[in-house]
């Protein structure tokens, strides 16, 4: 089992930043790849940000690239979410999630949720215009 807990999110305008972080215990961190998905209401979970075991690699939705940043530091157990440039659509509840991967350095888009076997409870965010 993995844990995972999320927090850093709030009320922000258009154009602001915000950074989320996500805390993971249980299970050794660095065995898998995580990712940032977000869910605003009566839409599907969508897939946000996914980082390598190693944070060396990552991949990002087009709706954020170039705005949103993933990082983690396996030291500490902890995976982040840079948000600069915030726009309204970007409002969400926003999930990190843990996907095993035996692959440590290389990541794979993997945008379906269902490939991810932990989640978090969710953080919201919200962008005022």
């Known amino acids: 089992q993995v844990q995972l807990v999320e927090s850093g999110g709030g009320l922000v ?3 602001g930043s915000l950074r989320l972080s996500c805390a993971a215990s249980g299970r050794t961190f660095s065995n898998y790849a995580m990712g940032w998905f977000r869910q605003s209401p009566g839409r599907e979970r ?6 390598s075991r190693s944070g ?3 991949a990002y939705a087009d709706s954020v690239k170039g705005r949103f940043t993933i990082s ?3 030291a500490k157990n902890t995976v982040d979410l840079q948000m600069i440039s915030l726009k ?3 409002t969400a509840v926003y999930y990190c999630a843990a ?6 350095s290389s990541v ?3 945008p379906d949720p269902s490939a991810y076997d932990y989640w978090g409870q969710g953080t919201q965010v919200t962008v005022s215009s």
């Open 88 to 90: 309204p659509e970007d």
């Open 72 to 74: 983690r530091d396996n």
């Open 56 to 58: 060396g690699n990552t």
């Open 46 to 51: 969508e897939f946000v940000a996914t980082i």
């Open 108 to 110: 794979a888009y993997r």
């Open 13 to 15: 305008q258009a154009g």
């Open 99 to 104: 996907r095993p991967t035996a692959s440590y």
